[in-house]
């Protein structure tokens, strides 16, 4: 392999792997009989967010 080649991050994923936590607690708060409605929304902040950071990112280094 080239050394030479940086190695990408994806900060959307990041988004997903902490809106998922994020989410299941939101919902516990705001719907109690279905926690699990919380982790949609969860997901989908953390999928805004991570490409907000990746649209960022891609602004600094070019």
């Known amino acids: 392999m080239n050394q030479d080649k940086k190695q990408k991050t994806s900060y959307v994923g990041l988004g997903i792997i902490?809106?998922?936590?994020?989410?299941?607690l939101l919902?516990?708060?705001l719907f109690p009989d279905n926690?699990?409605?919380?982790?949609?929304i969860g997901i989908s902040l953390g999928?805004?967010?991570?490409?907000?950071m990746d649209a960022q990112k891609g602004?600094?280094?070019n």
């Open 18 to 24: 902490f809106g998922v936590p994020f989410g299941f």
């Open 27 to 29: 919902g516990l708060l």
């Open 35 to 40: 926690p699990a409605a919380g982790i949609g």
């Open 47 to 52: 999928i805004i967010i991570g490409a907000i």
């Open 59 to 61: 602004k600094i280094n």
